[in-house]
T-cell receptor, first 108, second 113 residues
């Protein structure tokens, strides 16, 4: 069973706009990770946020975590065509449990 | 460094045939994983190995076997392939740096007819 659920399942925006994806999970966590998957490729780690952190930045990425609501969001600012990909949240330590992903399309 | 490599990239099998998917990592990681990804879905864990010589079942282990040949290599075997095993298979490894980041291979696209 999937631990995380991403919302929306698909998102299409214009280049330069911001993209926000949400992830909800079911059980208590120590940390939450976000991964990107380009079409036909393996997943690439983007960022990890620990349960005692509320917000974390990495370049154009901003991740928030609300443990009381068991939810996280990933914001990509000033989107580019190269950001077109699927984005997954994952929870766990030794074993990761992935959500179903948000398919993001950036239109030029 | 090559990171995580997988062979083959593509494979077509007939129902009942067997095959082994190979995975190797050159990052000296202890933990290795096999996932499957079905269309429009996230990844589901098949098996993992926390260290050389140990393997454990994940969420969907039925129909699969694994071997942790050494620290570098972790293979996935389908003894009698079924159409339900048509999927993309990813291998991953994880270091012990404490950040839980997993590094993924490029995947093997398997079709079972």
């Amino acid at each position: 069973s999937q631990q995380g659920e991403e919302d929306p399942q698909a998102l299409s925006i214009q280049e330069g706009e911001n993209a926000t994806m949400n992830c909800s999970y079911k059980t208590s966590i120590n940390n939450l990770q976000w991964y990107r998957q380009n079409s036909g490729r393996g997943l690439v780690h983007l960022i990890l946020i620990r349960s005692n952190e509320r917000e974390k930045h990495s370049g154009r990425l901003r991740v928030t975590l609300d443990t009381s609501k068991k939810s996280s969001s990933l914001l990509i600012t000033a989107s580019r065509a190269a950001d077109t990909a699927s984005y997954f949240c994952a929870t766990g330590a030794q074993k990761l449990v992935f959500g179903q992903g948000t398919r993001l399309t950036i239109n030029p | 460094n090559a990171g995580v490599t997988q062979t083959p990239k593509f494979q077509v099998l007939k129902t009942g045939q067997s095959m082994t998917l190979q995975c190797a990592q050159d990052m000296n990681h202890n933990s290795m994983y096999w996932y499957r990804q079905d269309p429009g879905m996230g990844l589901r864990l098949i098996y993992y190995s926390a260290s050389e010589g140990t393997t454990d079942k994940g969420e969907v282990p039925n129909g699969y076997n694994v071997s942790r040949l050494n620290k570098r290599e972790f293979s996935l075997r389908l003894e009698s392939a079924a159409p339900s095993q048509t999927s993309v298979y990813f291998c991953a490894s994880r270091g012990e740096a404490g950040n839980n980041e997993q590094f993924f291979g490029p995947g093997t696209r398997l079709t079972v007819l």
